[in-house]
């Protein structure tokens, strides 16, 4: 099993960007799918984005497609989240999370590890 770490975050203003990092512990990075999700206070935790284990396979909220956008470099350990035009509703805690089914990424259930999160903050 993984151990996550998120790191990246910050106040920013609308219209920035922001890249979040996700490293991972272990050996076995590259038999986990990773996903990111953010939850805004009051809120349920929802899904932003996700990518296979090869990273050939990405999938997005339509909220934030075209706007974010999700890789990962399995030699690194680590899969990263591009934030960009980033706006006032988009403001939340980001969590990574890792899982071992390939597929159904959008699938909040599935994903069995997750980091402690990485607030952003977007001010109008």
């Known amino acids: 099993q993984v151990q996550l770490v998120e790191s990246g975050g910050g106040l920013v203003q609308a219209g920035d960007s922001l890249r979040l990092s996700c490293a991972a512990s272990?050996?076995?990075?590259?038999?986990?799918?990773m996903g990111w999700f953010r939850q805004a206070p009051g809120k349920e935790r929802e899904f932003v984005a996700g990518?296979?284990?090869?990273?050939?396979?990405?999938l997005y909220a339509d909220s934030v497609k075209g706007r974010f956008t999700i890789s990962r470099d399995n030699a690194k350990n680590t899969v990263y989240l591009q934030l960009n035009n980033l706006k006032p509703e988009d403001t939340a805690a980001y969590y990574c999370?890792?899982?071992?089914?390939?597929?159904?990424?959008?699938?909040?259930?599935?994903?069995?590890?997750w980091g402690r999160g990485a607030q952003v903050t977007v001010s109008s």
């Open positions: 999370a890792a899982r071992y089914v390939n597929y159904d990424l959008a699938t909040r259930q599935g994903y069995d590890t």
């Open positions: 272990g050996r076995t990075f590259s038999s986990y799918a």
């Open positions: 990518i296979s284990r090869s990273g050939g396979t990405t």
